[in-house]
């Protein structure tokens, strides 16, 4: 095509974004016509596509990181021949797959984008799975604006694309100057913007981002360099073509005053079209998928931390799956993913202290289709928790892993104790949230993750814990385990996971002694929640008591009154243990026996709770 034809596309674009946005009566029109030009010359020159084979190995991936311009994307998308014009006026209704944000509700979007500073971390994944993994050369592109520069994920991608050498990464900025209240920081410094990315390592080119032959030029540019990732930073004006709206504030994410001047004034309708080129010829790579991995295996009655557990089921699943990747951020020694790096070092990825990062590259690579387990301490996992919520909205499967979880990691303190985590997860839509007491469940549910969908959350433990459980036994996703049962008997029911079960089994002992029978129930799939089980245990006791390494709200406590709370069951007489105080550094005994969620304070709740007080 050429750039005379570039510029009209240019303008279709423009219009496009226009008459969306109008038809939708909202949107960001302005923000999708200052990068009219890149997308032009993306689209025509340099993007290796096809579209009627969104899963070929060698397709190039786009990733519109400023997902409020999904306007310029769909526009984009009718000049690919894809999304047909009454479609476009679709946008933004109900039903419609043209969302005001892209979503991969549409078979060429990869990932979800709109929290602004997510793109160029997914990218990073992406890129890592193209140059390490998948070994194709595709490229990835990553479109941002200027504003989310100021995110710290955004510096945290930067820096790990430049250590990994992601040479198939191109980083464009549409630096138009306005962000949603006013100029941004550097407004149009293209040069402190390159400063900042050079020092990390990157290559730049600064260029007018409405000249489509400096585009062009900065395009090839960027493909042609090796050994580093190149930043195009691109000069545009926010609302480009549209006196009334062009570079001014004030006009963010609202349609044109007055759509059809404004169509006028930028040239009127048209319908170019652009023939894609199709990406290379690229063999997918083989992907060993065996059958069970050699799960490691512990005796009853050992003593095994669930973190050890972890690491060596994920290095044995790795085995036979060769689809399952590792990562961590730089504390594999303490989660124990420095099994699988030792076994696997070729799909093992190290993202350093950057949790955004590490969350990020995970939905990047699993877009192209490897199953990533993340790790870090459950308490870092809060940093990255935007990056987690948006994983759902991109439909994405990963698992993580959050250790040194609650009190019971003892003195290191509150500073490294994830006591929200079972929380943040459990709000995760779709999601499934695990807590394993012992090393031969742990094993068993790492291998299960792997064939899950969504967002998949398990919680490990630092010390050492009661092997509970023989190797042959099995725990479905959603089930429990009654491991104390006095039939009809029982007077109250304790529902436990993780650290607390060996906790109620000792409580559940100290008082039969008292002539007070108990149920327990070890409750390892905190979402879902083995909703019968406990029905039937709330039928037979009447009494039910929750114990558990975490703050009371949201945790499993909230999860078993949610599954009494429906309306559909038995409801009983409810009472819950949990953390409700600032711990302080102190053994895992006294941490536990402080929270009051020790074997002591589970005798004295069920006591209570029966209304019956033992004089000992």
Known sequence: MRYETMSSLAQQLRVDAVRAADAAGSGHPTSSMSAAEIGAVLLARHLRYDFDRPDHPGNDHFVLSKGHASPL?????????????????????????????????????????????????????????????????????????????????????????????????TLIVDVNRLGQRGPTRHQHDLGAYAARLEAFGWHTVQIDGHDVEAVDAALREARATVRRPTAVLAA?????????????????????????????????????????????????PRLVRGGAPPLPRYDKGDEVATRDAYGRALAALGDVRGDVVGLDGEVGDSTRTEYFAKAHPDRYFESWIAEQQLVGAAVGLQARGYVPYASTFAAFLTRAYDFVRMAAVSRAG???????????????????????????????HGSTVLYPCDANQTAKLVAAMADLDGVRYLRTTRGKTLVVYGPEEEFPVGGSKVLRSHGEDDRATVVAAGVTVPEALRAADRLAEAGIPVRVIDLYSVKPVDRATLDQAAGTTGCVLTVEDHRPEGGLGDAVAEAYADGHGNTPRLARLAVRSMPASATPEEQLHEAGIDADAIVSAVELLVERVLVR
Not at 78 to 106: I, K, M
Not at 251 to 262: E, I, R, V
């Open 73 to 169: 994307l769909y526009a984009m998308y009718r000049a690919a021949g894809v999304v047909g014009n009454d479609e476009l006026l679709t946008f933004r209704r109900r039903g419609s797959l043209l969302e005001g944000h892209p979503t991969p509700r549409l078979p060429w979007v990869d990932v979800a984008t709109g929290s602004l500073g997510q793109g160029l971390p997914v990218g990073v994944g992406m890129a890592l799975a193209g140059k390490y993994l998948d070994r194709v050369p595709y490229q990835v592109w990553v479109l941002c604006g200027d504003s989310e520069m100021a995110e710290g994920s955004v510096w945290e991608a930067v820096e790990h694309a430049a250590y990994c050498r992601l040479d198939n990464l």
């Open 398 to 428: 990963i698992n993580l892993v959050g250790s040194h979880a609650g009190v019971s990691i003892g003195q290191d303190g509150p500073s490294q104790m994830g006591l929200e985590d079972l929380a943040m997860m459990r709000a995760v």
């Open 236 to 284: 545009t004006r926010k609302g480009r073509g549209v006196a009334a709206v062009e570079n001014r504030e004030g006009m963010h994410g609202k349609p044109l005053p007055d759509a059809t001047a404004a169509v006028a004034e930028l040239g009127g309708y048209s319908d170019l079209r652009v023939q894609v080129t199709d990406p290379p010829a690229a063999m997918p």
